[in-house]
């Protein structure tokens, strides 16, 4: 219930003392000047990516729509397109189990399977 020009001090504190090699990150509109200032101070470049002047409906915002498409990628595990743990540490698990299995399918060329599609083939045993 924080705004993000406010909680965003405090996240560049916590990025920068536990992952000194970050250099630059993007961010939405919602940041303000100061906090631009304060990623410098911390040797971060921030660049706030915004829509281009005079574009209308869907237009994807440059680096903004890789995290929205992964987004996208992570709601296809089904514990995750609902609320159900209790406690953040428990969510954080499952996103990294969510993003192993999606990585594992990538370098693996495995087709990830979807509940919309045909039931798989099972493997029939012969006898013997």
Known sequence: SVQDSIAGTELLNQVAAEHPRIRKIWVDGGYRQHLVEHAAS????????QRKPGTRGFTPIPKRWVVERTYGWLMLHRRL???YETRPARSEAMIHIAMTDLMARRLTSENTISWRGP?????????G
Not at 42 to 48: A, C, P, T, Y
Not at 120 to 125: E, V, Y
């Open 119 to 127: 039931a798989p083939q099972t493997k029939q045993q012969i006898p």
């Open 42 to 49: 911390l040797g971060i470049d921030m660049e706030i990516t």
């Open 81 to 83: 397109a609902r609320d």
